[in-house]
């Protein structure tokens, strides 16, 4: 396809884009492992599984979802063992995907679709119907995620599935609100190297909307090993009031350093007088999120180990995240790196309809994909002694080689601006997303790369490798080829942090049942091999390594 750049807005604009419908089409399940076919060189260190996470059914009899987001949950896994791979996956048994398939058609409210009543209900009965408090999804199609060394498959609302990892076996289904008092929960949590679990949690009473921490403690040694879930011992650690009592915020991940979780208050503001109205007006959850950037960003940082919040509130301009790379601290300051845009109304347009137009001149015509906002990568600094000493209106941030600035403009209160991590070569791949680290070795560390999937698509179509001590760029990108979030493994005796190999999904429009894993080198990020099966996958969210 053909692109032309726009360096000065960082906007890219593109014509001729492929047809992207095939990777939002419904998949099979394969149950049984099937073996691939390896083409070059699968390392023999590598052992273990790669699991995969995301929206794979988009209809039921006659009715079809309205949004990617809404899709029944398909797990996938890779297992690799002695240079062989073998390929399974198996639809979530969430209540959701089990009430639609008894019905044949959708009984179940998603993020983007309204379930219709009962027609077989008589006339009064559909209309109140509509009155009934909307039933949190179950429909888990967002990541693997663990909890006391037990694995879980996680969307954003209060409910999880325990998974068995080998089999893909749906178990039981667990209600945050059974063990704190929360009603949703991130699927994207922090580990420390002790083993807990961080996560953060919406809760709201008389007193206000809060978001909460949540620590889940490790797995207890001398504790007899359950068959079932088992979350005893969460608690939540801080509760942080929101800004905007009647319009918190919409997140989707936090930031977690040593001794510190940031929580970002962005102006994706949800509308909680839309929420309670919204089944009865017949609208979807997406309705009720709007980009509201006069709020502006606020930076709310929290000790982890006492729980609490520091009295200074850290603002910055307007801005839109949904995932974060990393963060450390360095003398005195607390260093955050961020995936980032400047405009919030993109949610919503990820409907199946602009995703499946037949040829990319209809995604051009609604102009759909320049439309987006690009999300670059970002560095924030927050100074961790400001006080009553503090002058104002000067740049605290001393900090070598750092672009950021964090400024007190008033008591209490310091305004940040960021530190672009990228050159103008990032523009040509359409921006990134989706950034992952050596995660295990270097999570809430100082750290040098990040991997992450580049944007020149509506969906990802290459894969990038950032220096952050040069900016640089290593890229693997095909013509026709969308690669999945990348994963980092380390090999058995890594010494330097990029030491191990990159894996990631990959689909294609072009041809039928033609996906592979792909194996990268992770320090020059050329390719090692691949697992070529033949299956369609849909295009998914999110996944982790085992």
Not at 10 to 22: D, Q, R, V
Not at 29 to 37: G, H, L, N
């Amino acid at each position: 396809y053909v692109c032309v750049y726009l360096t000065e807005s960082k906007k890219k604009l593109a014509n001729g884009l492929e047809s992207i419908a095939p990777l939002v089409r419904s998949g099979e399940e394969i149950s049984d492992p099937i073996p691939a076919t390896i083409k070059g060189i699968i390392p023999a260190w590598i052992s273990g599984s790669f699991l995969r996470n995301g929206p794979g059914k988009f209809e039921f009899g006659q009715d079809r979802y309205t949004h990617w987001f809404d899709g029944m949950a398909l797990m996938h896994r890779f297992h690799i063992s002695e240079g062989s791979v073998t390929y399974s996956s198996r639809f979530l048994r969430s209540d959701s995907y089990v009430q639609n398939s008894e019905k044949n058609r959708i009984v179940v409210s998603e993020f983007g679709t309204v379930a219709t009543p009962d027609p077989c209900k008589n006339i009064f009965a559909r209309f109140f119907s509509r009155f009934q408090s909307p039933k949190a999804t179950d429909n888990a199609n967002v990541n693997f995620v663990k909890y006391k060394g037990d694995y879980y498959v996680s969307t954003e609302t209060n409910y999880m599935r325990r998974v068995d990892p080998q089999s893909l076996e749906t178990k039981e289904k667990v209600d945050w609100s059974q063990y704190i008092a929360v009603n949703s929960a991130t699927a994207h949590p922090h580990y420390d190297p002790e083993g807990a679990t961080y996560n953060m949690g919406n809760s709201y009473n008389k007193n206000g909307f809060f978001y909460n921490i949540i620590r889940v403690p490790p797995t207890d040694e001398n504790a007899a090993t359950e068959e079932t879930a088992n979350l005893t011992g969460a608690k939540v650690i801080c509760s942080i009031r929101a800004a905007e009592p009647r319009k918190p915020s919409y997140y989707h991940s936090f930031v977690m350093s040593e001794n510190y979780i940031v929580f970002i208050e962005q102006p994706i503001k949800l509308d909680l007088l839309k929420f309670m109205l919204y089944k009865i007006q017949g609208k979807s959850f997406n309705k009720i999120m709007s980009w509201e950037p006069q709020y502006g960003t606020i930076f709310h940082l929290v000790n982890r180990h006492t729980g609490k919040e520091s009295e200074v509130r850290y603002r910055a301009a307007p801005m839109f995240t949904l995932h974060q790379i990393n963060a450390f601290e360095d003398s005195g300051f607390l260093v955050m790196d961020m995936c980032c845009g400047d405009d919030g109304e993109v949610i919503g347009e990820f409907t199946l309809e602009n995703l499946r137009r037949c040829s990319g001149e209809e995604v051009d015509k609604v102009n759909f994909y320049n439309s987006l906002c690009r999300n670059l990568p970002r560095r924030y600094v927050l100074p961790l002694t400001v006080d009553e000493q503090t002058p104002l209106d000067q740049n605290l941030v001393t900090l070598h080689n750092y672009k950021a600035t964090a400024k007190k403009t008033n008591p209490g209160e310091v305004y940040m601006t960021h530190e672009e991590l990228h050159n103008d070569e990032l523009l040509q791949y359409g921006g990134l997303e989706f950034p992952q680290i050596n995660y295990d070795q270097y999570n809430g560390r100082s750290y040098r790369y990040f991997y992450s999937c580049g944007f020149g698509h509506v969906f990802s179509d290459s894969l990038l490798k950032m220096d952050l001590h040069t900016k640089e760029l290593k890229v693997w990108r095909y013509p026709g080829l969308y690669p999945s979030e990348p994963v980092f493994v380390a090999s058995p005796k890594a010494t330097e942090e990029d030491d191990g190999v990159v894996l990631s999904v990959i689909i294609t429009p072009r041809k039928d049942k033609s996906t592979f894993l792909l194996i990268l080198d992770a320090k020059n990020f050329t390719e090692l091999g691949r697992a070529e099966v033949p299956v369609n996958i849909p295009s998914g969210t999110h996944g982790n390594s085992t």
